[in-house]
């Protein structure tokens, strides 16, 4: 992945994607261009590169976000240019994700899904003898169901609205291999631990039946402290998803 706006333009493919980004905020009047009010200043923004991968590492697509910095708001700078004004959120300001959910959370409802209460990212649709679930993280959403009609249905609904990318049947959510055959539905990890030893240069180590000798006493005092802990901390939050969503090895983490 490019570190730079200067490194990606020299790419077709990230030039490719950049443009494609810009002519959706286009599209989408994300802005219009106003004279800056005197005594404000204009938040600045980056690109955001990352590449989508498949289940099996190989490049899915490249995409690329205009992000607004909204960590970067300074007050007492004056100037009197012309400047985008947001008629739309844009990523990276700190209201747009609330505003979002709302607009999503608002407009499922409208349509007659239900907010689980246990869990407000699932919102349900029962009708008779069917059933759909819409699954959402952030921007990504995954839809359930025994009704392919339905589940038709609120796609070109959510289309209708925002736009939608349809991935066809899903492969791989949040660190799930999924994978359907004439048996069920089988969900691996294999490629989120693969990463996880990729990032701690240990694929190549050898196995060991169990995390740590019998016997071995902890202390606080013992050992050197992390020069980056939270390496370590990002490390220890993986190993808490693996156990939540793999049950098969959550007394080993």
Not at 41 to 56: H, Q, T, Y
Not at 60 to 78: C, D, F, M, P, S
Not at 108 to 121: A, N, T
Request: proline share 4%.
């Amino acid at each position: 992945e490019p570190r730079s706006y200067v490194e990606a333009s020299k790419s077709a493919e990230w030039a490719d994607a950049m443009t494609e980004e810009h002519t959706a905020l286009y599209r989408n009047e994300t802005w219009e261009l106003v004279a800056l009010p005197p005594g404000k200043k204009a938040i600045s923004c980056r690109w955001v590169l990352k590449l989508k991968l498949n289940p099996n590492g190989s490049i899915q697509r490249h995409k690329a976000r205009l992000v607004a910095k909204g960590y970067n708001q300074i007050e007492g700078w004056t100037t009197s240019i012309v400047f985008p004004r947001l008629k739309r959120s844009l990523y990276g300001l700190k209201q747009t994700s609330r505003r979002w959910n709302i607009e999503l959370t608002t407009k499922l409802q409208e349509f007659g899904y239900v907010q689980c209460p246990h869990d407000h990212c699932l919102f349900l649709k029962i009708i008779d003898a069917y059933f759909v679930g819409s699954l959402v993280y952030v921007d990504d959403i995954l839809l359930i169901g025994n009704s392919v009609e339905e589940i038709i249905v609120v796609k070109n609904y959510l289309h209708s609205l925002f736009t939608i990318k349809d991935l066809g049947f899903a492969k791989y959510s949040l660190g799930l291999e999924l994978a359907r055959s004439e048996h069920g539905l089988l969900v691996t990890q294999a490629k989120y631990l693969n990463n996880i030893l990729k990032d701690t240069n240990l694929l190549d180590a050898k196995a060991t039946s169990m995390p740590l000798s019998p016997g071995i006493k902890l202390t606080v005092d013992s050992g050197s402290l992390l020069p980056d802990p939270g390496a370590y901390r990002r490390l220890v939050g993986r190993f808490l998803y693996l156990g939540f969503t793999g049950p098969d090895v959550s007394f080993v983490v």
